[in-house]
């Protein structure tokens, strides 16, 4: 098919596509070499071309090299994408046919490297420039735009360096006279998808009276975004619980796809609103912390058994940057559970301390929660004004 068209073909199979330029992310069942040539295993004990060093189970987005399989990934971050060591003794490695994912109506991730669609217009509603403008030097390569081709780009809306605030062009600033870079409005495709979670939930009515309560006439925006630098992480921002319930459902995204290694999501829940580390909530018996992570998940802090640094439950793949993925917690009788939705078998289930200390004052009731995390969006399915302790 001629790559003319190809800007208006959607190519949303995440199997066969990826969603950045280096594609770490990757965790697809392409095995092949872009030339046809069959991928060697990762963990292989016999291999024909032995691995680098370095490479390690942290380095695979399925968890570890035997869940890798000979599929093709990014360990060491190429910058053209995924590869992998090939089964002929005459070639070490070679890159495979994994081109970017093309969404031509909405972005999925946060950066949006996939977007595809018309939209040139910036957020200021200015017209973009071309990208392929013969005035400007050449600053990315056609390999780093969904349509293969800053031609074919045209003067759509892109996001070729991969930029954290997503899809951008460049337009020409009216006073100065002068090219700059602007983003473009380009809404997320699990919009309505968030939106048919909510009414699953049986929430719609309830939403609805907070709808008519406050006077708003559209849904409440339930999504946030949570960063936090280096550890321990400090909870200063705390929202009440209903008591009545000693459960919570969360949902989780990654904002950049690529940085699903380092995803970690602390959340801390307490008979006080006071900033605190989850540790230090712990000792004072006011709280516990339970992080959830691609590394692992788990009671982090407050945890009968165990110490508060202790090993967590591997838990690969488990937030994504391409879609949400639904959590629940459960406590009561001084044990908390935390599940995932759409699977039978809890993740863990801890027992975590309820006796002489502050949270014993009124067993299984936990009155604030908060949330911290490392790149991630977070969403309740209601939403309500934290208290912040800055």
């Known amino acids: 098919m001629s790559k003319t068209f190809l800007y208006a073909i959607n190519m949303t199979d995440l199997r066969k596509c990826k969603l950045t330029h280096k594609g770490l992310e990757y965790a697809g069942p392409v095995s092949k070499t872009a030339g046809g ?62 081109p970017l994912c093309i969404f031509t109506e909405c972005r999925l991730s946060g950066p949006g490297v996939e977007y595809g669609g018309k939209v040139k217009k910036a957020g200021s509603d200015v017209e973009c420039e071309d990208w392929d403008d013969e005035d400007r030097p050449v600053l990315f390569p056609n390999t780093k735009f969904p349509d293969e081709s800053r031609r074919y780009a045209r003067s759509r809306c892109r996001n070729p360096d991969g930029d954290p605030g997503g899809p951008w062009c460049f337009i020409e600033n009216e006073d100065t006279e002068k090219e700059e870079r602007n983003y473009c409005d380009i809404p997320f495709c699990d919009d309505q998808v968030m939106a048919q979670w909510l009414m699953a939930l049986h929430l719609h009515y309830t939403l609805r009276q907070l709808m008519e309560e406050s006077g708003s006439k559209s849904w409440p925006d339930c999504v946030m975004y949570s960063t936090v630098n280096g550890e321990p992480v400090v909870h200063n921002l705390f929202t009440s619980l209903n008591t009545s319930l000693n459960n919570l459902t969360i949902g989780l995204k990654l904002w950049e796809p690529s940085m699903w290694s380092g995803a970690k999501v602390y959340l801390a829940l307490s008979a006080i609103a006071s900033p605190a580390t989850g540790e230090q909530l712990s000792k004072w018996g006011a709280g516990i912390e339970i992080t959830i992570g691609n590394t692992g998940s788990g009671l982090s802090a407050g945890s009968k058994d165990k110490d508060d640094d202790a090993e967590l439950t591997p838990t690969p793949g488990i937030i994504s940057g391409s879609k949400w993925s639904w959590f629940w917690l459960s406590w009561g009788g001084g044990f908390i559970t935390l599940g995932k939705e759409g699977t039978i078998k809890p993740i863990t289930i801890d027992e975590y301390v309820e006796e002489n200390n502050i949270l014993g004052l009124k067993p299984g009731s936990f009155q604030y929660y908060s949330i911290a995390g490392t790149g991630v969006l977070w969403s309740l399915p209601f939403c309500e004004k934290g208290i912040s302790l800055d």
């Open 37 to 98: 040539i069959r991928c060697q295993f990762w963990d292989t004990t016999n291999p024909i071309h032995k691995p680098a060093e370095g490479i390690d189970d942290t380095n695979f987005p399925d968890g570890t090299k035997k869940a890798a399989r000979n599929f093709c990934r990014n360990p060491t971050g190429k910058e053209d994408g995924p590869w992998c060591y090939s089964m002929d003794a005459n070639l070490r490695e070679d890159f495979c046919d994994v």
